[in-house]
């Protein structure tokens, strides 16, 4: 029954996904369906996107109404709805205004440019280098490939966007020595996602903006993957007592519908003039309308509680499961619902094997583990994927 529909997959999209051998049809809050009606406990949530779990019913709605409302107009004319969401996420941050694009990579687009153009206007040319980090993601554009600190990810596409300088994540001395009267920005995620789930400490996030203020560097947060209450407020930066001159988001913030937003301050948005940039779909009344009512629910405090409270219990669990299997865990870190898992070889024999029990869970940097659920996770699904860890790291071999 779902052979054909791989099959024809592997015959008529390009083959740049590595996909698991399951056919989604049907998601509801944590739970997903295949097409055998199996379920599944997703730990996954599209890589960080359903945070509100899968069609929530007044996300639906909202969604439902718009489309028989209004759905696409053009960036030549005002909508309410995309207005409306950039006050609210102005009310809810740093920022004061707002860029929408649909999607992470052309979010940070938009801030590259936006630093390029801001120190350009300010200073003249060759000031135009970004200093961002190893291990990084920012998306898969040409830009934001030059700027991912993977060469898996850049490989076969050079030659690169000029003017990216890689340092070590989490080390304050590199980006000093980086530093230099060329550079216009810095590029960090609070914690790196794709990276592995390193978690960057509160200290160097006060040194990193203190640099940046001395110097005039823009300091870029990539919060494409924590924003949204993920980390267990609803931006990863208020838990470093910082804030960033631009801020991207994306994954999240429409709770599946595509939509991304680059976030600045005043002085910083000011580089953007007519006709600096713009984007087709960036915005549209569809989509803003959804994650209006995405940004109302993820901000409630009792919500962002209950993130901070699943995120240390389903932590505890994991340090406890790792006590038991300590030849096979390396380590367990992370903050709210972005939990990660270090093993102490590749993990996909164990992703493979919480598929088949029913539990969808991610591996990344090939040796961690990440979890990302939706944030509406009950803890009795964090007890049974931990029972069902349990039983997997007992037969698995590093
Ligand atoms: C996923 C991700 C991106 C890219 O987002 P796309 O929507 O896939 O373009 C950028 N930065 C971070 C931190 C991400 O996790």
Same mark, same amino acid.
């Given at each position: 029954m779902t052979q054909p529909v791989m099959d024809l997959c592997d015959q008529v @999209?390009?083959?740049t996904y590595a996909r698991y051998p399951v056919v989604l049809e049907r998601g509801q809050g944590s739970r997903l369906w295949d097409a055998y009606g199996k379920e599944y406990v997703d730990f996954v949530a599209g890589i960080a996107v359903c945070n509100l779990g899968h069609c929530h019913p007044e996300v639906t709605e909202v969604i439902c109404r718009q489309a028989q409302t209004l759905v696409h107009v053009s960036n030549l004319y005002y909508t309410r709805p995309q207005v409306a969401l950039a006050d609210a996420l102005r009310r809810h941050s740093f920022a004061d205004r707002v860029f929408f694009a649909n999607s992470g990579a052309e979010a940070n687009e938009a801030a590259i440019k936006l630093a390029r153009k801001y120190s350009r206007d300010k &200073?003249? =040319? +060759? $000031?135009?280098h970004v200093i961002t980090m190893e291990n990084s993601f920012h998306g898969r554009t040409l830009a934001t490939l030059s700027a991912t600190g993977q060469e898996k990810v850049q490989?076969?596409?050079? =030659?690169l966007v000029e003017g990216f300088l890689f340092v070590p994540y989490n080390d304050i001395e590199a980006v000093r020595r980086a530093m230099s009267s060329e550079v216009c920005a810095v590029l960090v995620e609070p914690i790196q996602g794709e990276g592995g789930v390193r978690v960057g400490d509160a200290g160097y996030f006060q040194e990193l903006r203190a640099l940046c203020t001395e110097r005039d560097v823009l300091l870029i947060f990539?919060?494409?993957?924590? *924003?949204?209450? $993920?980390? +267990?407020? #609803? !931006?990863? &930066?208020e838990q470093l007592d910082v804030t960033p001159d631009v801020m991207t988001l994306a994954k999240a913030l429409g709770n599946g519908l595509p939509i991304g937003a680059m976030l600045a301050t005043e002085q910083a948005a000011q580089?953007?003039?007519? *006709?600096s940039h713009a984007s087709t !779909? %960036? %915005?549209t009344p569809l989509v803003t309308a959804a994650a209006g009512k995405v940004l109302e629910l993820l901000s409630q405090p009792s919500f962002l509680a209950s993130v901070r409270e699943k995120g240390q219990y389903f932590l505890e669990r994991l340090r406890d499961l790792q006590s038991r299997h300590a030849e096979k865990v390396r380590d367990v870190r992370g903050r709210g619902l972005i939990v990660g898992m270090e093993l102490a070889g590749p993990g996909k024999a164990i992703v493979d094997q919480c598929l088949s029990k029913g539990f969808l869970i991610n591996c990344t940097h090939e040796t961690v583990l990440r979890f990302v659920p =939706? #944030?509406? @996770? +009950?803890k009795d699904d964090i007890d049974r994927l931990i029972d069902v860890l349990d039983g997997v790291l007992k037969e698995w071999t590093p």
């Open positions: @999209i390009c083959s &200073y003249g =040319p +060759g $000031r135009f490989k076969g596409f050079e =030659p990539d919060e494409v993957q924590v *924003g949204m209450g $993920r980390t +267990g407020t #609803l !931006f990863a &930066y580089a953007f003039t007519l *006709g !779909f %960036g %915005g =939706p #944030l509406v @996770i +009950g």
